[in-house]
Antibody, heavy 117, light 106 residues
């Protein structure tokens, strides 16, 4: 069974760093792209970027380039999304999702990130 | 960036009736179009990819059509569990979502 299990909710202060995770299981982790998707409260879905764990090829949406870093450790079948300086506007639910030919066929349960002073 | 526009924003339909949701792309995306369903406090679920192919386990009452810039998701006979928000997403040139259509009970 394919599963993506994300790390738990986080509460951070502006300016702090954060790294959230997404562990894949039940499939060959190195053979599928993993995407990160943001959903702000009551809003729609925004594609942030994707990574191919097999070779760590990473691509970012222009809207998120430079503000987040996506990485993966294929030895532990885990992808990451990290910030070096959080802002209040980063408060959102973040989903990871497995890509198959462009569409996202399996999703993590989401990680709520709250940034507040 | 390809902009995806969904209509209507909210659709009120009675159980058992048909629902038709629309998605328009600002430029051609060929058939590189997916539909997702999202229920409150849940992750999105893939319904349709390639504009018209149902994902694994998706009931036959869900169907997708269209190509180029105009797409439709049809739910033939609404069940109570179908009331949710639906998103289209293009993957022809990067990835962009529509703003969503909320399907509510009439």
């Amino acid at each position: 069974e394919v599963q993506l299990v994300q790390s738990g909710a986080e509460v951070k202060k502006p300016g702090e760093s954060l790294k959230i995770s997404c562990k894949g299981s039940g499939y060959n982790f190195t053979r599928y792209w993993i995407a990160w998707v943001r959903q702000m409260s009551g809003k729609g879905l925004e594609w942030m970027g994707i990574i191919y764990p097999g070779d760590s090829d990473t691509r970012y949406s222009p809207s998120f380039q430079g503000h987040v870093t996506i990485s993966a450790d294929k030895s532990i079948t885990t992808a990451y999304l990290q910030w070096s300086g959080l802002k209040a506007s980063d408060t959102a639910i973040y989903y990871c999702a497995r890509h198959t030919d462009g569409s996202a066929d399996f999703w993590g349960q989401g990680t709520l990130v709250t940034v507040s002073s | 960036e390809i902009v995806m526009t969904q209509s209507p924003v909210t659709l009120s339909v009675s159980p058992g009736e048909r629902a038709t949701l629309s998605c328009r792309a600002s430029q051609s995306v060929s058939s590189n179009l997916a539909w997702y369903q999202q229920k409150p406090d849940q992750a999105p679920r893939l319904l349709i990819y390639g504009a018209s192919t149902r994902a694994t386990g998706i009931p036959a009452r869900f169907s997708g059509s269209g190509s180029g810039t105009e797409f439709t998701l049809t739910i033939s006979s609404l069940q109570s569990e179908d009331f949710a928000v639906y998103y289209c997403q293009q993957y022809n040139n990067w990835y962009t979502f529509g703003q969503g259509t909320k399907l509510e009970i009439k």
